[in-house]
């Protein structure tokens, strides 16, 4: 098991950025691959991105593709998304989860309902004027 904790969430006017962190204390952040996931008010929870446990393999739902990026920051034993542009559309609560069965990143963050997540607290991202 693997304790994380979401930092950076804030409110943003459409256009600026935010960078979101998944930290963790307790294991080492590279056994597992990370899940960023967004929960909008009402709706389900959606798969945002995803890094393999290497970082060699990254995925974006295709509404922040080339707005958002995912990192691996190995000294802080964090997961970073760096969010761009960002659009009121993005606004919910962000979730990073951890899952080390070794599933591909498509599998991941199109499965947010694995028993094997272990999952952070959340993160509040509101993009509005």
């Known amino acids: 098991q693997v304790h994380l904790v979401e930092s950076g969430g804030g409110l943003v006017q459409p256009g600026g950025s935010l960078t979101l962190s998944c930290a963790a204390s307790?294991?080492?952040?590279?056994?597992?691959?990370i899940a960023w996931f967004r929960q909008a008010p009402g709706k389900e929870r959606v798969g945002v991105s995803c890094i393999s446990d290497s970082g060699t393999s990254t995925y974006y739902v295709e509404s922040v593709k080339s707005r958002f990026t995912v990192s691996r920051d190995i000294p802080n034993n964090a997961v970073n998304l760096h969010m761009k542009n960002l659009r009121p559309e993005d606004t919910g609560v962000y979730y990073c989860a951890a899952e080390a069965t070794g599933a591909t990143v498509d599998r991941l963050c199109t499965n947010p309902e694995s028993p094997y997540f272990y999952w952070g607290q959340g993160a509040q991202v509101t993009v509005s004027p």
């Open positions: 307790d294991r080492p952040l590279h056994y597992y691959s």
